[in-house]
T-cell receptor, first 114, second 115 residues
Framework: GAGVSQSPSNKVTEKGKDVELRCDPI?????LYWYRQSLGQGLEFLIY????????KSGLPSDRFSAERTGGSVSTLTIQRTQQEDSAVYLC????????????FGSGTQLSVL | GENVEQHPSTLSVQEGDSAVIKCTYS??????FPWYKQELGKGPQLIID?????GEKKDQRIAVTLNKTAKHFSLHITETQPEDSAVYFC??????????????FGQGTILTVHP
């Protein structure tokens, strides 16, 4: 595609519900990242995929957070039993490969947990 | 791990003036320093980057300088225009032997350019 696509653009959920956020990277980009942007914490790294494997999950804040990537393309970030502190913008980025640090970001999913 | 501090948090300039944003980093092993521009409702967009083997890089009205000894780097925007108004983020990679896009970001600078 022309750019990194994320859906939904906005998600409002109730505390305790599960949510799934989707990312469609730029075609041909093998590396995919999830970052979180919140007022208090700025931009934080969550997880890195190279192909379908995730060699670095060190930024996931708790075991309620998980992510997968299938077919080396689309990725889904799942947050189980959402909490109010999970409210943030979740940004996906992709790059050409593992040694390419130039990230192309999507517009993000604004998650609001009520 | 890496820690990146960014100043100022807000910056207001008149059109045509220059703007400078400064960042410091903590990990001397970091070797890649990008700058991102984020407009309202959009994701960050890479505008310029520099590696630790050079001291300065320029692209039209924007430039970045790096002082490895002092562990700080700066973004310079000359002849500012209203469309430069946005939030700017500096970042540093988490080297430690890796070279992928795991970045530590500064807290951001809200730049406002008044016509």
């Amino acid at each position: 595609g022309a750019g990194v696509s994320q859906s939904p653009s906005n998600k409002v959920t109730e505390k305790g519900k599960d949510v799934e956020l989707r990312c469609d990277p730029i075609s041909g980009h093998t590396a995919l990242y999830w970052y979180r942007q919140s007022l208090g914490q700025g931009l934080e790294f969550l997880i890195y995929f190279q192909g379908n494997s995730a060699p670095d999950k060190s930024g996931l804040p708790s075991d309620r957070f998980s992510a997968e990537r299938t077919g080396g393309s689309v990725s889904t970030l799942t947050i189980q039993r959402t909490q109010q502190e999970d409210s943030a913008v979740y940004l996906c980025a992709s790059s050409w490969g593992p040694t390419n640090e130039k990230l192309f970001f999507g517009s993000g999913t604004q998650l609001s947990v009520l | 791990g890496e820690n990146v501090e960014q100043h100022p948090s807000t910056l207001s300039v008149q059109e045509g003036d220059s703007a400078v944003i400064k960042c410091t980093y903590s990990d001397s092993a970091s070797n890649y320093f990008p700058w991102y521009k984020q407009e309202l409702g959009k994701g960050p967009q890479l505008i310029i980057d520099i590696r630790s083997n050079v001291g300065e890089k320029k692209d039209q009205r924007i430039a970045v300088t790096l002082n490895k000894t002092a562990k700080h780097f700066s973004l310079h925007i000359t002849e500012t225009q209203p469309e430069d108004s946005a939030v700017y983020f500096c970042a540093a990679n988490n080297a430690g032997g890796t070279s992928y896009g795991k970045l530590t970001f500064g807290q951001g600078t809200i730049l406002t350019v008044h016509p």
